[in-house]
């Protein structure tokens, strides 16, 4: 089975402090994506990755960057965070030429910021 | 801005009865999907289905598209108590490489 594993179910962190939600997927594929969900919002892209070091912006990417220095590991990083990035956070991967397959997700991390 | 729209937002059944939600979505695509998420979870693939098809089925799920209303559905047969989750559609766009775009959601209440 693909596993696509978040590094924390909940976090507790201060605005200002600089966060990295970490996401590491199992079964080497390409495309690794970073949304948030919201209530009434759905899932927005915050970012994805089509390939290593490779990136493109999705809808809401400011406030945030990524990096993804390894193909199995994406990670979002909230450079100064703020009450506003209180949200769950979903990381998800697909295969490569991704046009017509699924994507697998993670457990999502649900960040508070006091 | 979202890409795709469900509807309802929410929906509640009993069970044993169908349920039914719509997507609609603004601009071509290449295939469109269904998720399911369970509360406070990751979501889960359901199905998939291409702009050149217009019905598929898997198990007690079908799903349509017409792409000439730009508007998916997804129908749940003899729903059962399990099926209480929250329901997203997920588009590919046409030329829009791997991106994938989620739409708002339906939540779907099944009551014994």
């Known amino acids: 089975d693909v596993k696509v594993t978040q590094s924390s179910r909940y976090l507790v962190k201060r605005t200002g402090e600089k966060v990295f939600l970490e996401c590491v997927q199992d079964?080497?594929?390409?495309?690794m994506f970073w949304y948030r969900q919201d209530p009434g919002l759905g899932l927005r892209l915050i970012y994805f990755s089509y390939d290593v070091k490779m990136k493109e912006k999705g809808d809401i990417p400011e406030g945030y960057s990524v990096s993804r220095e390894k193909k199995e590991r994406f990670s979002l990083i909230l450079e100064s965070a703020s009450t506003n990035q209180t949200s769950m956070y979903l990381c998800?991967?697909?295969?490569?030429?991704?046009?017509?397959?699924?994507?697998?997700f993670g457990q999502g991390t649900r960040l508070t910021v006091v | 801005s979202q890409q795709g729209e469900e509807d309802p937002q929410a929906l509640s059944i009993q069970e044993g009865e169908n349920a039914t939600m719509n997507c609609s979505y603004k601009t071509s695509i290449n295939n469109l999907q269904w998720y399911r998420q369970n509360s406070g979870r990751g979501l889960v693939h359901l199905i998939l289905?291409?702009?050149?098809?217009r019905e598929k089925h898997s198990g007690r799920l079908r799903v349509t598209l017409d792409t000439s209303k730009k508007s998916s559905s997804l129908l749940i047969t003899a729903s059962r108590a399990a099926d209480t989750a929250s329901y997203f559609c997920a588009t590919v766009l046409t030329g829009g490489g791997n991106k994938l775009t989620f739409g708002t959601g339906t939540q779907l209440k099944v009551e014994l």
């Open positions: 289905i291409r702009s050149n098809e």
């Open positions: 998800a991967s697909s295969p490569p030429r991704a046009m017509g397959t699924e994507a697998f």
């Open positions: 079964m080497d594929h390409e495309n």
